[in-house]
């Protein structure tokens, strides 16, 4: 079992930055590709960014390309996305997701989720 806690969600005004921390317990996080997704209200979950087990690779959504950056420190049992340029369309829950593999981030087949942090967008 991974167990996964999502921090540093809030209310920003548009233009505002947050960084998002995930923090893993459990199995070895090193061993896992992680992943952000977003859910925003009467919206499916939308996979964001990925990043395997070493950080050499990852992933982007097109439209977030630039704004948003994930990355990962394997001592910490931590993964970050860095979100600038907030409009408030990224209003969302933001989702940590933990899977063996990054050849694929279809929600569906996730295997670990968090519990998720309240993004708003707002002035």
């Known amino acids: 079992q991974v167990q996964l806690v999502e921090s540093g969600g809030g209310l920003v005004q548009p233009g505002g930055s947050l960084r998002l921390s995930c923090t893993a317990s459990?199995?070895?996080?090193?061993?896992?590709?992680m992943g952000w997704f977003r859910q925003a209200p009467g919206k499916e979950r939308e996979f964001v960014a990925g990043?395997?087990?070493?950080?050499?690779?990852?992933s982007y959504i097109d439209s977030m390309k630039g704004r948003f950056t994930i990355s990962r420190d394997n001592a910490k049992n931590t993964m970050y996305l860095q979100v600038n340029s907030l409009k408030p369309e990224d209003t969302a829950v933001y989702y940590c997701?933990?899977?063996?593999?990054?050849?694929?981030?279809?929600?569906?087949?996730?295997?670990?989720w968090g519990q998720g942090t309240q993004v708003t967008v707002s002035s």
């Open positions: 990043i395997n087990w070493s950080g050499s690779k990852i």
């Open positions: 997701a933990a899977n063996p593999s990054d050849s694929s981030w279809n929600p569906a087949i996730v295997q670990y």
């Open positions: 459990g199995r070895t996080f090193s061993g896992y590709a």
